[in-house]
């Protein structure tokens, strides 16, 4: 391995970036799919005039490499850069590994975990596709070829795995197999029931808790999960607002989506019932879950006592022992949002290549407003957590640290 350094003036700080996306190589599947189902594989065909993700004559989505940043690591805003451009107009670090680590060695970042684009963000889109065979064909081969990226990177590169939900052998079956493979934790919808399915909290899905639990992989929930939370252009914003002030207005409402899966899950029991599990909120940021995890906490005792009795623990305790949630640009009141959600709790991310990324300076920010905490805070929230949540293979190289142990420090007080 090559000598791997820390960003400017931490030099031996190990940083995760916990959220950032793969645009999906337009080959992606036929490539690796047999002959006799390369034409019904996700693949780029022109629809109408304007390039598209296709599978099986079902349109997911626009062939956008969803991708602001170019190849000479300029940042570009505004929505038409997102939804627009294709990925050879993009930079490379996008969809390439070879790239993309030249980006991150470029800023001090050793590791990145990875989420889909094309399938959603939760592998949701996949379960539109009429033929069950195909869906989990299409599920088998993403996870194939984001191993295989996982291993080119010389394991610097994290991929979270997608699993066929529809299907809950199926799901267990993948589970295994993506452990075996070396993934590091499963991506998966939020909202089940919106295909006919019933919803995460129901004694349906045990099976897929028990086997994340025996594998120790973690369940991520990231933004956008979901038809009824993709509202960038739907509920959130009103009509008359331009593209980029709906781009923006959504973005800012979604973040706070995830309230609803963390209610959902802690309410439903789902902790309770599975206390080894381990549950990420990706992208959701974290300056509201103070406010969200009191509020969780009172609701709880006055309007539904029923379920206090059968819960053993407070939502906000059921958070701080399983739940983890990721940051990128929140600022003045960083410092005391971890504090009070956990430092054990919380993860960086920088959301690259996407229009509320980070770059072209993706730590200077966030290095900055935590520049008068202890070191040891330092290095669980920006790799440490991180590291230790998704068991990731941290290098040994000397001059790297990072503290991999739980503190132990009581959330919700001051951090000495």
């Known amino acids: ?48 005039g304007a390039l598209s993700w296709v599978v099986d004559d079902l349109v997911l989505g626009p062939a956008a490499a969803n991708c602001v940043v170019d190849a000479q690591g300029e940042k570009h805003l505004g929505a038409e850069w997102c939804f627009e451009r294709l990925i050879h107009e993009v930079s490379p670090a996008a969809s390439q590994v070879k790239p993309r680590l030249e980006m991150m060695d470029s800023h ?4 990145h975990l990875m989420y889909p684009n094309a399938v959603g963000f939760g592998g949701h889109q996949l379960g539109n596709v009429g033929d069950m065979v195909l869906r989990n064909l299409c599920v088998q081969i993403y996870n194939d070829a984001m191993a295989e990226f996982q291993e080119q990177s010389g394991d610097r590169l994290f991929p979270m795995a997608v699993i066929p939900w529809w299907d809950i052998t199926a799901s267990v079956r993948e589970i295994h197999r993506v452990k075996e493979l070396g993934l590091c934790g499963v991506n998966t919808t939020a909202d089940p029931q ?30 956008g999960a ?25 973005s800012a409402v979604l973040y706070q989506s995830n309230a609803r899966v963390i209610a ?15 549950i990420v909120s990706v992208e959701s940021g ?22 206090r009795k059968q819960l053993s623990l407070l939502p906000s305790e059921y958070f701080r022992r399983q739940f983890a949630a990721c940051f990128w640009f929140e600022r003045d009141l960083l410092v005391p949002a971890i504090e009070y ?76």
Request: hydrophobic letters at 35%; glycine letters at 8%.
């Open 194 to 223: 919106e295909a006919g399915f019933p919803d995460l909290s129901e004694d349906h899905w045990s099976p897929v808790w028990e086997t994340l639990e025996e594998t120790g992989l973690p369940l991520n929930f990231h933004i």
């Open 341 to 416: 959600v956990g430092i054990d709790n919380c993860l960086f991310e920088t959301d690259f290549p996407h229009p509320t990324c980070l770059y072209p300076a993706p730590l200077e920010g966030t290095l900055a407003a935590l520049k008068d905490v202890p070191e040891n805070f330092r290095r669980k929230v920006m790799g440490g957590n991180a590291a230790r949540i998704y068991n990731l293979p941290v290098p040994t190289d000397a001059s790297l640290m990072v503290d991999l142990a739980p503190s132990g420090t009581r959330a919700g007080t001051r951090i000495t």
């Open 286 to 307: 974290i300056g509201w879950l103070p406010f969200f995890l009191q509020a969780l906490d009172y609701q709880l005792g006055e309007t539904a006592p029923g379920l």
């Open 226 to 250: 979901s038809a009824t939370q993709s509202n960038f252009f739907g509920t959130a914003p009103w009509p008359s607002r331009t593209n980029d002030e709906k781009l923006a207005i959504g």
């Open 108 to 111: 001090g970042v050793w590791a």
């Open 264 to 278: 959902n899950m802690i309410y439903g029991g789902i902790p309770e019932r599975h206390p080894d599990l381990k």
């Open 1 to 48: 391995m090559s000598q791997i350094s820390g960003p400017e003036g931490h030099p031996d700080l190990l940083v995760v970036d916990s959220d950032t996306h793969f645009s999906e190589p337009w080959d992606l599947w036929t490539s690796r799919g047999p002959a006799s189902m390369k034409d019904r594989l996700p693949q780029v065909r022109d629809v109408d």
